[in-house]
C-alpha cells in the first residue's frame, strides 16, 4: 500500500468516543446528591445515639432535630432558598437562642454547689454509701488474671487467705464463692493500671466468704464485709440501717431531709418557678446590696458614657483643625488604649494606682503632698474606676466624632465664619445638633455595653472595697454583671440566683439594644 500513489490511500477510521447513556446521567444527578445527602446525615446519627445512650436526651433531641433540619432543606428542591439561610439561623439557634433558653431554665431551679445532681443520681449516692458494722473485716485484695477469666484473692488482717472460684468481671449475676487456702502465693497479678481500667466492673463484683458473709470493693487494693448505709422502701423512702431513721425526698427544697426537716446531703436541684427573682425582691440580705450595685452600675455606665463622649468631641474638634500640625500622630498616639488588649491595659493602670509605688500617687504626693488609698476608700475606688473606664473607651468616641465632624459640609463653617462667628458658635451651633441625633444610638449601644463589663471590674478592683452588710460577696465597685459573677463561683456557688440575675440583665440591655435600633431607624429616615 506504500507503493499507491498518495491520492489513492485511504484514512484510516477515527475511533469515536463512547457515548453515555443518557439514563446514566439522570440517575447520577438523582442519586449523587442523595448520597452525600446519606454520608452526612449518618456522623449526625451517631452523635444522636451517643447522647442518648449517655443520657443527655435533651441535647439527642436538638441534634436530631438540627439533622432532620438540614437533611430538608438541602434535600428538597422546593427548599433551595433556604440553603443559605440556615447555616446562619442554625448558629443564632446553637449560639443565641439556646444558651438564653438555658439561662432563662436555671433561674427557675435551685441549681447550686449543693444541689448539681439529678433526683435520680443523688438517690443513687446516697444507696451507694456503705457503713462498717460490729464485726466487719477489711481484707487485702489482688486480681490474679488466667486468660480471660479472673480469680479474686483476699487476704484478712490476721493472715488468713481466700481464693474465689473463676469468674467473668462484668457477667457475675451473683456472689462468687471464696475458698480458704494455706498457700498463698501467686505467680502474677493485675497491676494498679489494670484495675483502674476495670474499676467500673470490680464495683459490681460480690465475693462470699466461707462464713456466709460478703465483701465489696472499698478501694483498689481492698474489700471489706461494709453494708449498705440506706435501703430504700417501696414508698421511696430511705431507711438508715444505723439509727433507723427515715428520710424522706422534698422536691421542694432539694433536699432529703429526716422527720425533724434535717438536711441531708447531697441536694438535687428541682424546679422553684419564679422564687429566685422573688428572692432578689424580698430577701434583706441580697436585695439591698443588689439595689446598691444596680445604682452604682447605672451611676458608672453613664458616666463612662458621657465623659468618654465628652473627651472623645474635645479631642476630635481639635484634631479636625487643618491648621494643625502632627494630626495623624497625635490621632495614633490617642488610639493605642484601644490597641492594647484590655487585661493587659488595665493590669497597667492597676499598678500605677498601687499606693506606695503608683506613679499616679508620686505624683500626687509631689505636687499636692497627698497618697489617697485608691483600692480601700468606697468613693476612690470608684473614681478609679470611672477614670480607667473613660481612658480605654474615649479612643472609639474620638474616631466616631472625627467621621461624623469631616461629613458636615465645609460650607457651613465658611458662612458661620463670614457672620463673624467664633471657634465656640460654631461647635454649639453647628458641630453638635449635627452630631447628636446619628450618634445617639452609639451613646445607648455603649451605655449597653458598659453595663455588662464585668471583666474591667474582675481586672482591676475584684469588686473591693466589700460590703460588710452583705451575705454574699458583693462588693462596692461590682457592676451587675461581676456580682453574678461573684455569685455564681463563690459563696456557695449559687447559679440559680445567679441566672436570674443574668435574665434581668438580658432584658435591660434588650430593651436598651431595641431603643438603641428604633432611633437608628428614626435618623435614617429623617436623613
Known amino acids: 500500500m506504500n507503493d499507491m500513489p498518495p491520492h489513492t490511500r485511504v484514512a484510516a477510521p477515527i475511533a469515536q468516543p463512547r457515548r453515555i447513556d443518557p439514563r446514566w446521567r439522570e440517575r447520577a444527578a438523582l442519586w449523587g446528591p442523595r448520597a452525600l445527602g446519606i454520608a452526612a446525615v449518618l456522623p449526625g446519627l451517631a452523635i444522636v445515639l451517643k447522647l442518648y445512650l449517655t443520657g443527655q436526651w435533651l441535647f439527642g433531641v436538638i441534634a436530631l432535630s438540627v439533622v432532620a433540619a438540614g437533611s430538608f432543606v438541602y434535600q428538597q428542591a422546593r427548599s433551595s432558598a433556604w440553603r443559605f439561610l440556615f447555616p446562619g439561623l442554625l448558629a443564632a439557634a446553637l449560639f443565641v437562642v439556646l444558651p438564653i433558653a438555658y439561662t432563662v431554665s436555671l433561674s427557675t431551679s435551685n441549681y447550686s454547689s449543693q444541689n448539681l445532681l439529678t433526683f435520680g443520681r443523688a438517690t443513687d449516692y446516697l444507696l451507694s454509701n456503705r457503713y462498717m458494722p460490729v464485726g466487719a473485716q477489711r481484707y487485702g485484695f489482688a486480681l490474679l488474671p488466667e486468660g480471660k477469666r479472673y480469680r479474686a484473692r483476699l487476704e484478712s488482717e490476721t ?18 464463692a471464696m475458698t480458704q487456702i494455706a498457700d498463698g502465693a501467686v505467680d502474677a497479678q493485675a497491676d494498679t493500671a489494670t484495675l483502674v481500667r476495670l474499676v467500673g466492673a470490680l464495683k459490681t463484683l460480690v465475693l462470699q466468704l466461707p462464713d456466709g458473709s460478703t465483701a465489696q470493693m472499698s478501694s483498689l487494693h481492698s474489700f471489706d ?35 425533724s426537716g434535717e438536711k441531708v446531703a447531697p441536694g438535687f436541684t428541682v424546679s422553684v418557678g419564679p422564687a429566685q427573682f422573688l428572692k432578689l425582691l424580698t430577701d434583706e440580705g441580697l436585695s439591698k446590696p443588689f439595689l446598691k450595685v444596680f ?15 465628652a473627651a472623645g468631641l474635645a479631642l476630635a474638634t481639635v484634631l479636625s483643625w487643618q491648621e494643625l500640625r502632627w494630626r495623624e500622630t497625635y490621632k495614633l ?13 488595665v493590669l497597667i493602670v ?7 509605688t503608683g506613679e499616679v500617687n508620686a505624683v500626687l504626693d509631689t505636687v499636692f503632698g497627698i497618697r489617697p488609698e485608691w483600692f480601700h476608700s468606697p468613693t476612690l475606688a470608684r473614681t478609679m474606676v470611672v477614670i480607667v473606664s473613660v481612658w480605654l473607651h474615649f479612643p472609639y468616641m474620638m474616631m466616631l466624632c472625627l467621621g461624623l465632624i469631616r461629613a458636615i459640609p465645609a460650607e457651613l463653617y465658611e458662612a458661620s465664619a463670614l457672620a463673624g462667628a467664633g471657634p465656640l458658635t460654631n461647635f454649639t451651633q453647628i458641630t ?13 449601644a455603649s451605655f449597653a455595653s458598659t453595663f455588662n463589663n464585668a471583666a474591667l471590674i474582675v481586672f482591676l478592683t475584684d469588686g473591693n472595697p466589700s460590703y460588710l452588710d452583705t451575705r454574699d460577696p458583693v462588693g462596692m465597685t461590682d457592676l451587675l454583671a461581676s456580682a453574678t459573677y461573684r455569685i455564681a463561683f463563690f459563696s456557695g456557688s449559687n447559679f440559680g440566683l445567679a441566672a436570674a440575675i443574668s435574665v434581668l440583665l438580658f432584658l435591660i440591655v434588650a430593651v436598651l439594644a431595641f431603643a438603641s435600633l428604633r432611633l437608628t431607624r428614626n435618623t435614617g429616615s429623617l436623613n
Open 350 to 356: 492597676k499598678m500605677m494606682f498601687f499606693t506606695n
Open 159 to 176: 493472715g488468713q487467705i481466700f481464693l474465689s472460684e473463676t469468674f467473668t468481671l462484668g457477667h457475675t449475676d451473683k456472689p462468687v
Open 432 to 444: 453638635l445638633p449635627l452630631i447628636a441625633r446619628p450618634i445617639l444610638p452609639v451613646l445607648i
Open 225 to 259: 464485709t461494709s453494708k449498705p448505709l440506706y435501703l430504700r422502701r417501696s414508698d421511696g423512702t430511705l431507711v438508715n440501717q444505723q439509727d433507723h431513721s427515715v428520710l424522706r425526698a422534698n422536691h421542694r427544697s432539694g433536699y432529703y431531709e429526716t422527720a
Open 333 to 345: 498616639l490617642f488610639y493605642l488604649p484601644s490597641a492594647v488588649p484590655m487585661m493587659i491595659a
Open 295 to 309: 445604682g452604682w452600675t447605672l451611676a458608672y455606665s453613664g458616666l463612662t458614657v458621657l465623659l468618654s463622649f
